[in-house]
């Protein structure tokens, strides 16, 4: 494995006993959701093997590492002032026990693993990946898309170049949703369709993505690359204990669109869910998505009333004694090099 610069673990180590040296205890949680690589990656969910063990050198050397249920605990200890680091993951794919596990277990890094238990052993992609496999193909696409959603119609005129099989992903597969230009029409409609469909309940979602499968001609066949976790499969996640499972909801909605029955049926399902196939209680919750707009005050006391005694968010921040346990922040990691993670944890535990 190539190791990443020594100048920024040196960097990262000077840190850590500066944070030593602080009155107060704190914590940085990370966020992940993939370890894999694949020619498309349009959410930027995926970190590659090589860049995850790379992070795990830089993390394994520079402060404590616990898991979400041991925040609390970690942050009472005043003569314990070292900055603790958390590793999460959101959704639950199946890369994370093959990829994602055995990179902890070598550098001996525990994690949490937020799992959407309405995919577990499904042959259903998430719905973003659905999306990206029927429009981002290389593959022709019909003219025009003509929907309607919410009884209202919608139509995208995607032109011959297109229905001529204008190949999506040719000269593109670096573009991503944080990039302000479409480079294809068919980004255009997956950043436009990605909108829409991103407030909807999952069952409106669905039928949706079902006709535009039709629409494109295409299977419903979920990629062996895309699967998600099987029962068995959490269950082996979690073997050994270096790995927590908390609940990311059944359907990965965003809660605040929700009646807020609906919002407790989302918790409460997932929760008993995982406990069946766990034979233990699951205390840990994250909110779909995770931003301040996707979940309300309403949401936070679900989540407690549920009997989940911490959540994580989906926003940048730093945890300490007095932090929400409720509204944990967590800082969204990407497919960086050692250096250039080195680079921003340094700066996450400064702040």
Request: with cysteine; net charge neutral.
């Amino acid at each position: 494995m190539r190791r990443v610069n020594m100048r920024g673990i040196g960097r990262l180590r000077r840190t850590a006993r500066r944070v030593t040296n602080m009155f107060v205890p704190h914590a940085i949680i990370l966020l992940y959701h993939r370890v894999s690589e694949l020619p498309l990656d349009p959410q930027l969910l995926c970190v590659t093997p090589q860049h995850f063990a790379e992070h795990l050198e830089v993390i394994r050397d520079c402060g404590r590492t616990i898991q979400v249920k041991a925040l609390g605990e970690a942050l009472q200890h005043r003569s314990s002032g070292r900055c603790s680091v958390v590793v999460t993951f959101d959704d639950g794919y199946a890369d994370n026990l093959y990829n994602a596990k055995p990179l902890l277990e070598r550098f001996d890094i525990p994690a949490t693993v937020f799992v959407t238990t309405g995919y577990v052993g499904s042959k259903r992609e998430f719905w973003y990946d659905d999306l990206e496999r029927i429009l981002l193909h290389a593959g022709p696409l019909p003219e025009t898309l003509r929907l309607k959603l919410s009884d209202h119609w919608y139509q995208w005129e995607l032109g011959a170049q297109v229905a001529c099989g204008e190949a999506g992903d040719a000269g593109t597969r670096e573009w991503n949703v944080s990039r302000k230009e479409n480079p294809t029409v068919r980004h255009g409609l997956y950043r436009s369709l990605f909108q829409i469909l991103q407030p909807l309940p999952d069952t409106e979602r669905q039928k949706i993505l079902k006709k535009l499968a039709s629409w494109a001609g295409m299977d419903t066949i979920h990629r062996r690359t895309h699967r998600t976790l099987t029962p068995q499969e959490v269950i082996g996640l979690a073997d050994g204990g270096l790995v927590e499972i908390g609940s990311h909801t059944v359907t990965h909605p965003v809660l605040s669109a929700l009646p807020l029955i609906a919002q407790r049926a989302e918790m409460d399902g997932s929760k008993a869910c995982l406990e069946e196939i766990l034979g233990r209680p699951v205390a840990s919750f994250a909110y779909p998505f995770g931003g301040r707009s996707h979940y309300t005050e309403q949401t936070v006391a679900a989540v407690r009333e549920a009997g989940f005694e911490r959540a994580c968010s989906n926003f940048a921040g730093t945890v300490r004694r007095g932090t929400d346990r409720w509204q944990l922040p967590r800082f969204l990691v990407r497919d960086w090099d050692g250096g250039e993670f080195a680079r921003n944890l340094e700066d996450w535990t400064d702040a």
